[in-house]
Each structure stands twice: as C-alpha cells, then as structure tokens.
C-alpha cells in the first residue's frame, strides 16, 4: 500500500489500510512469540523478518513501478517483459 500510494499517487479505502495493519500486526505476533526449539536462536527469527520485509518491500515496488511505466510510456507487456528479462541478466551476470 504504502508503495502505491507513494509510486502511483494512489488512495485507498480506510477499510484496507486496517486490514493491512491487523494482518502485519497479526504475523509478527505470531512470529516473534512462537515457541522454537532450544537449538534454535532469536537473531534467526529477526533476521528471517527483515529478509522477509525486504522481499514484501521490493516486490510491491516492481509491479507498482510497472503500473507506472504501462502507464506513463504505453508499454506492452511483452517488451516490459523483455525490459524485466534483459535487466536480470545483467544483474546476474554481474
């Protein structure tokens, strides 16, 4: 949500903003006070949610920017496609 309305310049219903925020609030409870085996230590656990932000944050970024670029440029989507593709390649490659 916050990507789009910062990407897109989008709005929301008040209704999803609290739905996004008792599921956020819902899984990190659920994460952090989850009974783990003594083996297992807490810098895991973090270190698993901060990976796990970083990927919900990028994802949500590509297709909001995107959106913006379909729309913004009249790209289709196989040269948005092609565009994902060839930038991959490089990155990889590097």
Known sequence: MIVGILINRKSYPFLEYVEATFITLGVTMFTLTERAAPSVQREDTL???????????????TSQWQSKVYKQFSV??????????IWSLIMTGT
Do not use: E, I, P
């Not at 270190?47 to 970083?54: D, I, K, N, Q």
């Not at 289709?76 to 593709?85: P, R």
């Open 47 to 61: 270190w698993g949610l901060v990976l796990l932000a970083t990927y919900l944050g990028c994802d949500s970024f």
């Open 76 to 85: 289709d989507q196989y040269q948005m496609m092609l565009g994902v593709n």
